[in-house]
């Protein structure tokens, strides 16, 4: 069964950077298109960002276009969301997301979560 590990969550100011990792085990990593989502406290569950197997592919929810970087390092089994320029409105628990189909998915492998929060 895929498992998937978010780490890298936080209290931090608006303004500030913070990195999420998400290490990924029991699946051939390179063959998976890798996605961040998050959902914020009363909101449904929204996409953040994603990435091809091979990095040549990426996307990005209008929301985080030019703050936030989605990378992913396939000898290390992980991707990883550089988060810049944070707002309170990006506070929500994100979760990496793995799927064979593509950066649209559907998305079948989920991780637990890390909580980002962000004060004005």
């Known amino acids: 069964q895929v498992q998937l590990v978010e780490s890298g969550g936080g209290v931090v100011q608006a303004g500030a950077s913070l990195r999420l990792s998400c290490a990924a085990s029991r699946l051939t990593f390179s063959a998976y298109a890798m996605g961040w989502f998050r959902r914020a406290p009363g909101k449904e569950r929204e996409f953040v960002a994603a990435i091809g197997p091979s990095s040549s592919r990426t996307s990005y929810a209008d929301s985080v276009k030019g703050r936030f970087t989605i990378s992913r390092d396939n000898a290390r089994n992980t991707v990883n969301l550089q988060m810049n320029s944070l707002k309170p409105e990006d506070t929500a628990v994100y979760c990496c997301?793995?799927?064979?189909?593509?950066?649209?998915?559907?998305?079948?492998?989920w991780g637990q979560g890390t909580q980002v929060t962000v004060s004005s």
């Open positions: 997301a793995a799927n064979l189909r593509g950066l649209s998915g559907p998305y079948d492998n």
